[in-house]
Each structure stands twice: as C-alpha cells, then as structure tokens.
T-cell receptor, first 117, second 111 residues
C-alpha cells in the first residue's frame, strides 16, 4: 500500500509552547489529508480535513485557531498545536487519501504522541 | 444520524477462526473499511467493501451487506501477532471521503 510518513513520533513539551507535526505522502500525491486525535481506549476522532491549496475544514468543536493546518503541497500537510496545554495531550494521526474513484483508501501515518507538561 | 457499533473485546485461540461483526447506520454510504491497530500505533488498512459480498485476502476476509447495514471481518489461522484492535469505518455520502470510525474491537489471541 501507499506510504504516509508522520513526524515526529513523540513530543514532550511545556505548557504554552507550540508543536508542529508533519504528514507526508511518500509515493503518491494526496489531494486530501485528514487529521485525527485518539484518546486512550477511544476511537479515532476526525479533527479536520486538509485540502491542498485551500483552507482546512474543521469538525465541530475543534478550534481552528488552536489547531493550525497547512496543506502547502500535494505531499505535505502540517498540524500546529498552538499554546499547548495538558488537555491537548493525545495521539495525533494523519491520513492521506489516494484520491479519485471508488477505491479511495486512506493510509495512515505512524502517529504522534504529544505530552504537554 | 450516523452510528457504528462493534463488540468491545474478543478473545480467541491461536490457530482458530474469529469473526468480528460491525453494524452501522447512516443516511449515505460509500464503502466500508476494516483497519488493524496495534497499541500505540496508527491503523493499518486491511480491506474495503463497497459492494455486497465477501472479499478474501489471504487469512483475512471481509463481508458486507448494505441492506442490513452489516459487515464482518473474518480472521483465519489466528496468530499471536493478530492481537490488536480492529476498527470498522465507513464513508458516508457521495463524494464525502471522511471516515466515521467505530470504537474498535480489541482482539486477544491466546495460546
């Protein structure tokens, strides 16, 4: 299957700092990328849909000024958690869609575990 | 509204067969996915069903009945490494490629 690279895999930061997470599709162009958050023993919750060259679409309850998404190219989307607080500690996962047609499969990055002290 | 339901936990013996069920309700439907997720890792794509019937891929098979809002994942010849959470997810609505995930079924394979 297609390869999606997510970096960093783990971040520990102080409260109030900003953290940037990168998501890259390595062997295909991803018109659309998705950002999810997963709390322990919970399912993946979609945070936002990122489209190349346009503003991201955020799910209800997700603060767009706190979770900044930039999809600058067909292979890169970034999520910046601004002014992080302990309640933002979670597992953040990106996915990239192969796009087009019936078999529009999402492939996931390895995830980023964010711990805010 | 949208709803997706699967058992929370299951236990099966190494070498056996296990079936993980998933039921869903949605006003629009555009495909049903199964992903495998090991603890602390991101989901790995297993299968995709858009039409009714059974799709077989090695030890894993997935079945879909759109009229019943029902799918299952069948794992044969279970191995210890199959211990993981299995997530059922669907696309809803034409052109909408946002996945709605179930909470996952944690499968424990025992010797």
């Amino acid at each position: 299957g297609a390869v999606v690279s997510q970096h960093p895999s783990r971040v520990i930061c102080k409260s109030g700092t900003s953290v940037k997470i990168e998501c890259r599709s390595l062997d295909f162009q991803a018109t659309t990328m998705f950002w999810y958050r997963q709390f322990p023993k919970q399912s993946l919750m979609l945070m936002a849909t990122s489209n190349e060259g346009s503003k991201a679409t955020y799910e209800q309850g997700v603060e767009k000024d706190k979770f900044l998404i930039n999809h600058a190219s067909l292979t890169l989307s970034t999520l910046t958690v601004t002014s992080a607080h302990p309640e933002d500690s979670s597992f953040y996962i990106c996915s990239a869609s192969t796009g087009g047609g019936a078999k529009n499969i999402q492939y996931f990055g390895a995830g980023t575990r964010l711990s805010v002290l | 509204g949208q709803n997706i339901d699967q058992p929370t936990e299951m236990t099966a013996t190494e070498g056996a067969i296990v079936q993980i069920n998933c039921t869903y309700q949605t006003s629009g439907f555009n495909g049903l996915f199964w992903y495998q997720q090991h603890a602390g890792e991101a989901p790995t794509f297993l299968s995709y069903n858009v039409l009714d019937g059974l799709e077989e891929k090695g030890r894993f098979s997935s079945f879909l009945s759109r009229s019943k809002g029902y799918s299952y994942l069948l794992l044969k010849e279970l191995q210890m490494k199959d211990s993981a959470s299995y997530l059922c997810a669907f696309y809803s609505g034409a052109g909408s490629y946002q996945l709605t995930f179930g909470k996952g079924t944690k499968l424990s394979v025992i010797p």
